[in-house]
């Protein structure tokens, strides 16, 4: 069965609501609910005493109707009582001053005071909730991040750093702290990087300073995992992560101890860095699931209008089944909507439930209503199935963090970029993983590695053997130049994969936007269109490679753009330049069709297709996206799994409406 | 009499240029000065050290020329003494940080230390002018505002707190505490709302502080009240008002103590929060007006360029006269300019008076010179007659508060909407009230009652009882949403003011500019023409209300936008969107029409009509505020006042100039 | 000889590396380097500990290729040890709070213990240099600025202000303190200027506090140059400046105790304040000439591209030798390249040197060898050639720093307008000098005074002496405002230039960007077109002078715009409107055409002509900074000093390139 369900805030209604709220869940096909993730305050009103009263009434009441239970650990919330008692435990901004009490993620991540009482507050529920039939998994904790820049943090970062270099002098010499005179002669006097002081910070400190706060939280998440794994040792355990847009903590370490990744997905809002389509929330699938590789859940999606001070327009109808029905064709097993009934009171009344504030049940109620009643028919089919992909795009946080400290060119944005790499591919209907670096490559037809900024030994032979062994490898400008450690490399760029890619990076040019530069393709399907780039231009030297595309003005029109490198059995491609996202779909269109990874079913414009594979079976689930009907032409015939019926040839899907059709009928 | 006159500083200019100052004020018909509201360290040069022998001096000359004299206590510029020996009566800002001495309203409002000092310069003033001839009133401190954060201000809002809910229990059940785990178990753990802490804070919490704030200026002049009634009980007592711009006080209490209103009236510069029409300063007057429902003054009228840092252009010669006497057609029983003479030293060089840096009398005194000559011959007349309106807009000081802690929609704003519907009905020169919900509405045809958020039992009582006995209400967007603790309502929009309305909102869509949507009537003058809304939209469903008008775009076309309910004698009109200026002048113009409220002179755009009544005597001012002659269409013949003629039939008035018409010769 | 070079930092790579360097140095006709600046913690690794060695071996490593030594002391970048053991160094930002450790220009200019230190250092390098042969000079500190609002800044200021006012109730009457009741009666209650708390602090006091800073670092240099004077007699010593756009110091204060000044001359990047054309370096190198009136070195000459986060484009081919010849054109001695190799590690990896980062030397290299082998050729001849102007533009710290406190119109900028000036006459390839005003200018044929905000009874004489003489002056809006403790003259306007421009301002007009305005000449070559001006109109009352533009519209149409006054032997011009670009080169154009100060070489738009003069001998540096080719028509026959020919008639010059023509063959 696919997990269909609500996040549910019992202490936020009278008790008795409880029971109505279950049976209308209950009649939406509802069969999981997550519970308790910021109520550290009613299990713990105060030090050591706690009361778990109230919600074995409310996980009763939902026992009771089949509906499973997910408790989330409260550590997000930290109660008044305990920021009373030890203020040190509330989180400090750069400038030194200290966060208030009265909103949540308030708190120091790393103090001591603050972990021996997540641990408590931890253990507690876990004791108290392993034997209960009702309870299958837990998540920890609430969407983790935040820095901190306290005594404590600055400590903290010391030893880690003393960690992770072991002597002064290596870590002097591996930050080049002689630069502006930095050299640390005892541990205690590094500080953490000050973006508020004037001229920047040593770029190797700052990027060490994300790496030690992801650290932070992979530890604190590390104490409540042991704790429950060890209680609780047939329960789940996950996270509700931000998705692809949300870059302060490395993912794949957060993921690494959980079962399986869930994620927060808000397709519409205002708080998006980029400009939202259809496509967003896919990579944010792709990209959650990237982090272990495996089916995920959707922990919060979206359930109406939000915003905190202000809200966005509604969901049009078919919206939000559109939504949750993208989210199970990239592979959740799992999707559970934020949240069940719209606040009255708290920072979120304006982020809305299924039901509005007074309790009805109105149109986002019945539309979900409708998904429940055919999920209860199709669930058990699709649940298991997985995507498949020849096609990976590589993220690291790494990169990401590296591009916080230097963005390189105003222009450019690594999640921007990103996107637009994936959105090309996802215009054409291929299935794509975004992954780490790190991984085995030798499933992927064509891996595409947008930016990889920052390239270790590791990850360049893992490359290396990808390409020898016959893959198709796409690497980009800003891809190699810094070592581990922020360090430019002492060699011409792409420095570590110049010899796979046959070509060194002569010269580079950041566009400014006032500036216009296009290539051309000296032969191929592709010859003869200018293709507009921007933003930044690598002037290629070939050691090797093949010249495909060459500049077409400026004092280095003619100069080589684009090369391609026989490597082994496989071809390292160097696209030269970031561009328009009509370079992007005309050179990965072409790679696609090169490479045969072309998908056989084409949709108009804003109509995704996607599938989930279950052995020799697959569903292709397609989503109309746009606001009217469209035609969609079959190859062959399928079996409409929403309808059960055979449908072949031309068929028409209705504005926002969703299809999931199976090869074996 | 008309009170006339200007803001001096005798303490900035040498004392044998005083008595030229007041010869030349004489000359300009001028009658009254403000004096010494910023001299708390000329007054008191050490602390309980008085000197008032050079205000003395300085009263006894604009005495002698027969000009009255009001005083301001100096408490809005503590002076360098008393921040040295007690820094701690400094404002804090939200960060934690401290203001520093040296600009002006530094302290904070609250601290002991500052309010006994405060008294003491009171009740030495006092004392010293209570039998003074020349003194005749006094204005309480300067343009109060500021929020402060300090430790006294979070532990004075404990206590507020503590007074207003009486248990902590009762505060955590309708604050819903339990939101994030925020629940209270000690009164001194409740922090101040901080929108600095990364997610927002409570909105109960903030709602309270913006209140408790309010109440804290409003006890602090209370202090001041007490001292100057008792001392001087034959003074009038005001306080100058920052205008219907303000929303930092609850201004309807701080009138409360007040004989009168008094205002600063600024209508160019560049602080203004949205696009500044000669109607602003009208929705300016009515505001003040409806804060005590009866006549005011400004007690700083703009007399010049304005600004600190920089400047805006020079008021077109007649601007400053037709300023003026805009202010006194609504409504001003005196009008005091800011300020004589341009400082020569200090923040405020660039806000000009009416004389240059160098004490010349140039165009902007001859300007005020002329207007004084006319106000010598038309004042007696004018004086004591008062504004009377058939149509109120209720405002309310609670809804803004609630606005600044969630806005709804990045487009709107409240004080732009009831602008809005203001000028709309200002451009038909219908004479507005804009007064409190809790007044009694019966003498009105027509209220609007725009987004009123915050409703109480006692309010929405006030409106049925309106609406029974015959009266008119305009309902919209936004309103009855909130109880008392800015909770959303347990029941369907507009909450306790459905029944009255008849109608219930199914879904709300909070626009953003990118979606369009308009409305139609179904029948009357209005039908046919489709109408175009934005920002938010209400879906209605009538609950015994007549339809007037529907949506006509997107998937609630044809569903109800505009409801009319038969309620007693009355109607409630429910408007379910916020629009267009087009949108909201053809619906006001409209219901004025059905309800018999037009005015009977109509004008060209840009001239303004507005009436003074003394018994059956009416003064119609008519303003014209463009840069071009314009043809005013007499009903019938008038005295013109001031040149003493009589007019009918259509008049030619010039750029910028005014006419008093009077209907009895 | 030309001095030309790089900054280099042997601290940055490894020893084996050194001698590649100078051998590349040497091959690209380089005769000098900088070097230590920012290398105290290398120098002086704990207190009082100094090593020198790893300096002594690379500058025998230069010196063994004859290649100089310029020794920066390294104050700008106090070491770890010095920040741990006495934070109280760090400076402090407005709002109270610490700038941390790990970034440059940390530390309080004030603090005695920062000082103390400084000297040290300073003291042990100059002893142990004084004789080394390698060495000629000394750069103190590195780009001096930002203010710190420590304790100890704000007790000096007390202190630095008893000592400009004696007493406090001089101080209290100068600045008008009695403004807001911010009379002091301690020196110690006299706070340093705040902008963040709220209102505006008083504008003396504000106004005080830049002088108090700019003394400051004045004061903290002085004491370096005594310590090197003393002990290196024989070594230059100059400062790196920031060139014309810096407005933090007072630049002739600073340049004072140099031998002659330096500057960091970055033409393209994102910092700049206001659109960068090739006239800003011009302005630049006027601006840092015209400290001393004597020739100057840039210090840090643009290498490529630059940027600390972000990078802009690559300059072009030719533009970076173009950049280095407009230097010399404009008088440097030395030209100095920021810097020798890019930087692998630390804040500037971006800042691009000659070399790439994996030390290839590829185009920029191989166009500044060019450049090399061109001086080693030419340099002899032109070296100890200076500009010759008769064409002065007035520049006053003073002004600037009263601007930044209050800024006027939010359209003006007084850089910008400076900028619009000189670019005028730049246009035009009249050579200008930019100088105090109150220095002799009795050499000048034409002076222009922008925006000489504060004026002093010298400067006033300084004026009506050159005038008195024959000169031409022009005097601007916002001209003679304010006396030199920042308070509006009690006078009209201009002021103490009133009488010499025979004029006064009887009004003013800030204009906001939606009101237009234009003069029109009434006789003479301008008349008939309607100039558009913009951002301020005085309207001229002549007392004497002659009206030669009025204004066009609104209410001041015919009122007089310009006027001249005939004053001694020459005149003074009032231009009394800001402009356009167009308004200021049609009337500059005029004055200078009237006044016989025309130059000689009329060139497309976007090609410069510069003179340096050998007593009669003149050479003409013509840089065309287009991307075509130019046609250049010379008057007479010249030899091309870059390639030895003689040239005559219509030459063409290649987009980017660089004539150098001397009028003796």
Chains 1, 2, 3 share one sequence.
Not at 252 to 274: I, R, T
Not at 419 to 447: C, F, M
Request: charge should be negative; glycine fraction near 8%.
């Amino acid at each position: 069965m696919i997990n269909f369900g609500v996040d549910y805030y019992p202490e936020h209604w009278p008790e008795e609501r409880w029971a109505i709220d279950a049976q209308l869940m209950l009649a939406a096909g509802m069969n999981v609910v997550r519970l308790a993730e910021f109520a550290w305050v009613k299990m713990e009103p105060a030090e050591g005493i706690f009361n778990f009263d109230w919600l074995d009434r409310a996980i009763e009441i939902f026992h009771h109707q089949g509906i499973a239970v997910v408790l989330g650990t409260p550590t997000a919330s930290p109660p008044a009582w305990l920021a009373q008692k030890t203020p040190e435990i509330l989180r400090t901004r750069e400038d030194g001053s200290r966060v208030s009490f009265g909103t949540r993620r308030i708190n120091c991540p790393s103090h001591p005071l603050y972990r021996e009482r997540s641990r408590s507050i931890t253990a507690a529920m876990a004791e108290h909730y392993a034997a209960n039939p009702a309870v299958i998994g837990w998540q920890t904790d609430n969407e983790f991040g935040d820095r901190c820049f306290c005594p404590v943090c600055r400590a903290g970062f010391q030893i880690w750093l003393k960690e992770r270099y072991g002597t002064l002098s290596e870590l002097n010499e591996r930050f080049g702290t002689i630069f502006w005179s930095q050299t640390y002669s005892a541990w205690d006097q590094i500080p953490l990087p000050s973006t508020i002081s004037g001229a920047p910070p040593n770029p190797s400190l700052a990027l060490d300073f994300r790496r030690f706060v992801s650290d932070t939280y992979v530890t604190f998440q590390q104490e409540q995992v042991e704790i429950l794994r060890s209680t609780c040792p047939n329960h789940f355990i996950t996270h509700d992560m931000m998705g692809f847009e949300y870059d302060g903590l490395d993912y794949f370490d957060l993921a690494k101890p959980l079962d399986f990744v869930s994620w927060n997905n808000y397709p519409f809002g205002f708080w998006h860095k980029w400009a939202h389509t259809p496509a967003s929330p896919a990579l944010g699938h792709a990209a959650m699931r990237g982090l272990k590789n495996k089916n995920f859940w959707v922990m919060e999606q979206q359930a109406g209008p939000t915003g905190w001070q202000t809200l966005s327009s509604t969901p049009r109808p078919g919206v939000l089944r559109r939504w949750a029905y993208q989210s199970i064709a990239h592979g959740a097993d799992g999707v559970v909507f934020f949240r069940w009934r719209t606040a009255r009171f708290g920072a979120e009344q304006y982020w809305h439930g299924l039901l509005e504030h007074d309790g009805r049940a109105g149109r986002r109620y019945d539309e979900i209503k409708q998904m429940g009643a055919e999920l209860q028919r199709i669930g058990a089919e699709i649940s298991g199935a997985e995507p498949r992909s020849k096609v990976a795009i590589l993220q690291s946080y790494e990169a990401r963090f590296a591009f916080q400290v230097q963005g390189n060119s105003p222009e450019f944005g690594y999640e921007k970029y990103l996107a637009q790499i994936y959105t090309a591919l996802w215009k054409r209907n291929v299935s794509v993983d975004v992954v780490s670096p790190t991984v085995d490559l030798s499933k992927y037809g064509l891996v595409i590695a947008p930016a990889l900024h920052i390239l270790t030994e590791e990850v360049a032979a893992n490359l290396q053997e990808y390409v020898r062994a016959g893959g198709w490898l796409v690497v980009t400008p800003r891809t190699g130049v810094k070592d581990v450690d922020n360090v430019v490399v002492n060699q011409p760029l792409p420095g570590l994969l110049a010899e796979l890619c046959g070509v060194s990076v002569d010269e580079y040019d950041a566009l400014t936007p006032d500036l216009s530069q296009s290539i051309i393709f000296e032969e191929g399907e592709l010859a003869g269109q200018a293709l507009p780039v921007q933003t930044w231009c690598d002037i290629l030297a070939p050691q090797g490679a093949e010249v495909l595309a060459c500049y077409t003005q400026d004092y280095y029109a003619g100069k080589p753009a684009i090369t391609r490198n026989q490597f082994g059995l496989g071809q390292a491609i160097y696209l030269g330049a970031f561009g328009s996202d009509v370079f992007h779909e005309a050179v990965l269109g072409w790679l696609l069709k090169e490479k045969g990874l072309v998908c056989e079913l084409e949709t108009p414009p804003g109509v995704e297709v996607c599938e989930r594979w279950q052995g020799e079976r697959v569903f292709r689930f397609v989503l109309n996206s746009t606001d009217s009907p469209q035609l969609i032409r079959l190859p062959s015939a399928h079996r409409n799994l929403l309808n059960d019926t055979l449908v072949s040839g031309a068929i028409q899907l209705a504005a926002n409406d969703v299809l999931i059709l199976t090869s074996q009928p």
